[in-house]
């Protein structure tokens, strides 16, 4: 058993908490690391926490995880075909230290870009996926992930396919200007197709789910999950505090609280996930005879 | 002009604001108010007017003039029942087949307890989308600060023209500064960086066209527009929906697709 100093590192405060990635590796990663739950602060073994959904066992806290642990988590055993992985982001506006931060990126979340996508079954399903990566970028939408959202969006509308997407994204991508706000048109105008021609959009709002990304594809879905406890929002707290200068009353744009401003369907629980989304993709698969 | 120039120019005191293109444009102009839903936001401007024969709905971010009128207007940043009365008026403006001009100037989204709330997230997102179908013809102007979600939520249009002192970036040189840098004051360097300049976007083919202002009166900039907006209105009127919102979709499926 390997104890990582920075693992015992406390947050310094409560945005910080939300806004670090405690490293857990793939279920495929052989050896067992320690991890201190950052809300509970009781040691937990890598191993059983993977077993809980990355929850902790003892107080219910909510590690991040991948991509591809999401895609394991979430799709049939051997589902997943992954669509238009060789998109890799240039550097458009020639953005200082770009081309570095992508490499940066790349090393971190052993990932070519902040999003992965698909086609998978769900309880038998079929169905495209997409799932973001908190690691790459925490998640900011360039002119690549602008681009593999809206071909999934396009493949879907092609094959009447339903779309499920795992959601986490600190919002647009500065390094790529105007360019990443483009991409906001550009995705939900995709979204929008693929709506018009009847087909179904579930999103899964999961920490930290703000900026540009949820004033475009984040919120448009037909259906929309978050998971307890995501930070859910346009401005981020910071900017908010600094604009307004007093503190955030407590739970706010967390998860419950835009379920009780009505922004969001429901709270979903990891562990019922699955089983959720499954029966809503079976309520709106067509009644045949 | 450099970029941090432009920004400055931008956002000047006495640069005129929505209100005054919509006096020098229009005839006949009725404001209408309210979002059905919550409240009527008093940073944007909507109504009815007429451009030569034409009637159009007309739609307008406004920073305000004087102090009074800025506080007013909340310096020009909209919460989400902005957006929504923008919609309204969009959705009318379809359903009457008349074409739709907005004008856009805010540093962004209006940033508050308040504005979360109420789903500013939700607000602009809605209006993307729906903008990207409306069977009508859409035209925006960035004639000041376009300044993130908070101005694209009223720019995806048919094409988007943009004054030559104007700009448009994804966050604002302040923003940005204190990102990369870790100091707001190198406002200069993140100007550059941005590439937020009409010059710039034009290049990069975010923007159709941009509308001089150097150097001659604010009138001829108005009987510019009104002349170029006539024309790429009819024009855009004799184009059938599907082929309206095709063009749309497709203006904005470019942009990083290569
Ligand atoms: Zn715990």
Redesign the interface.
């Known amino acids: 058993m390997i104890l990582r100093k920075e693992f015992f590192r406390r947050p310094k405060n409560e945005l910080e908490r939300s806004s670090r990635i405690y490293k857990v590796p793939s279920p495929d990663v052989p050896g067992e690391m320690c991890v201190l739950c950052p809300s509970c602060k009781k040691p937990l073994l890598t191993g059983e926490l993977n077993a809980n959904a990355n929850v902790c066992p003892e107080c219910g806290y909510y590690f991040r995880m991948n991509a591809r642990q999401r895609i394991h988590f979430i799709a049939d055993e051997n589902t997943f075909i992954e669509l238009n992985s060789n998109l890799l982001s240039k550097n458009?506006?020639n953005?200082?230290n770009y081309p570095e931060k992508i490499k940066h990126a790349r090393l971190e979340s052993a990932e070519k870009e902040a999003v992965v996508t698909g086609t998978a079954e769900i309880g038998g399903f079929p169905c495209a996926l997409f799932v973001m990566e908190a690691r790459f970028m925490m998640g900011s939408m360039?002119?690549?992930v602008?681009?593999k959202i809206?071909r999934i969006f396009e493949y879907a509308t092609e094959h009447s396919l339903p779309v499920v997407g795992y959601i986490v994204s600190g919002g647009?991508r500065?390094q790529?200007?105007?360019?990443?706000?483009?991409?906001?048109?550009?995705t939900?105008?995709a979204?929008?197709?693929h709506?018009?021609a009847g087909n179904l959009y579930i999103a899964v709002l999961t920490d930290p789910t703000t900026?540009?990304v949820?004033?475009?594809?984040?919120?448009?879905a037909d259906i929309i999950l978050a998971e307890p406890n995501a930070l859910i929002?346009?401005?981020g707290p910071r900017?908010?505090e600094q604009?307004?200068r007093q503190k955030?009353?407590a739970g706010?744009?967390r998860a419950e609280f835009l379920l009780e401003?009505?922004?969001v369907d429901m709270i979903s629980e990891r562990k019922e996930q699955k089983k959720q989304i499954t029966t809503l993709l079976s309520l709106h698969k067509e009644v045949s005879g | 002009m450099n970029a941090y120039e432009k920004v400055n120019a931008a956002r000047a005191k006495n640069r005129p604001t929505g209100s005054d293109y919509i006096a020098n444009i229009f005839q006949d102009f009725i404001e209408m108010h309210g979002d059905r839903r919550f409240g009527d936001d008093k940073a944007v401007i909507t109504g009815i007017a007429r451009l030569g024969n034409q009637p159009v709905t007309v739609i307008a971010l406004e920073k305000g003039r004087d102090i009074k009128e800025k506080v007013y207007r909340n310096f020009g940043s909209a919460h989400p029942e902005g957006y929504r009365k923008a919609l309204r008026q969009m959705k009318l403006a379809e359903k009457f087949g008349r074409p739709v001009v907005c004008f856009v100037d805010t540093a962004g989204?209006y940033?508050?307890?308040a504005?979360?709330?109420?789903?500013?997230?939700?607000a602009?997102?809605?209006n993307?989308?729906?903008m990207?179908?409306l069977k009508v013809p859409i035209i925006s102007i960035l004639i000041g600060e376009g300044g993130?979600?908070g101005a694209?939520?009223l720019a995806?249009a048919d094409e988007v023209w943009m004054l030559e002192n104007a700009v448009?970036?994804?966050?604002s040189p302040e923003g940005?500064a204190s990102?990369?840098w870790k100091d707001s004051r190198k406002v200069k360097e993140a100007s550059e960086?941005?590439?937020?300049t009409a010059d710039d976007?034009y290049r990069?083919k975010?923007i159709e066209r941009i509308i001089g202002e150097h150097g001659r009166g604010f009138h001829l900039t108005c009987a510019e527009l009104k002349r170029l907006l006539s024309q790429k209105l009819a024009e855009n009127l004799r184009l059938s929906a599907e082929e309206l919102v095709s063009n749309?979709?497709l203006r904005?499926?470019k942009?990083?697709?290569a």
Not at chain 1, 176 to 186: D, N, V
Request: hydrophobic share 45%; charged share 15%; proline share 3%.
């Open positions: 458009p506006l953005f200082p360039g002119t690549v602008g681009e809206t647009a500065m790529e200007g105007i360019l990443s706000l483009m991409q906001m048109a550009k939900s105008g979204v929008k197709r709506s018009d900026g540009g949820t004033a475009s594809f984040g919120m448009e929002g346009f401005a900017v908010i604009t307004m955030l009353p706010f744009q401003k009505g922004f | 989204a940033c508050g307890i504005a979360e709330e109420r789903g500013q997230g939700q602009i997102a809605e993307l989308m729906e990207m179908t993130s979600g694209l939520a995806v448009y970036s994804v966050i940005c990102i990369l960086c941005l590439k937020l976007l990069m975010v749309r979709y904005f499926r942009f990083g697709s």
